[in-house]
């Protein structure tokens, strides 16, 4: 079974390099990449599938800095992955004195 690999902000810069050395490592992970940027998305992501055919790369539109995109990401990616078996929140985030971190993460995933 592959891990599957969340990473916010994959599109560019630190996300994206650290994209490119995962897959380095092993290309049998499952990267699924977190960026606002849909086509900028699409594009990182043929081009890591280019690079390393045997990986497999979604992507899930999020901006990090609107609580409910993170919301909608949070549903989809439940629906999509049984798990997570790592999440990089490379993406900046914008504080909201309204959001319980440790609520969110822990229902993320509660049936």
Do not use: W
């Not at 609580?67 to 549903?75: D, G, M, R």
């Amino acid at each position: 079974m592959r891990k599957v690999v969340l990473i916010t902000g994959a599109s560019s810069g630190i996300g994206l390099a650290l994209c490119k050395r995962l897959l380095v490592e092993d290309d049998e992970l499952h990267l699924c990449l977190a960026c606002r940027n849909t086509s900028k998305a699409e594009a990182v992501r043929a081009a890591l599938l280019a690079s390393h055919p045997t990986a497999e790369v979604t992507t899930v539109q999020v901006d990090v800095s609107n609580l409910q995109s993170v919301f909608q990401a949070a549903k989809e990616l439940k629906q999509r992955f049984q798990r997570l078996d790592y999440v990089y929140l490379n993406a900046g985030i914008m504080p909201n004195p309204h959001l319980n971190i440790k609520a969110f993460f822990s229902g993320l995933f509660s049936s």
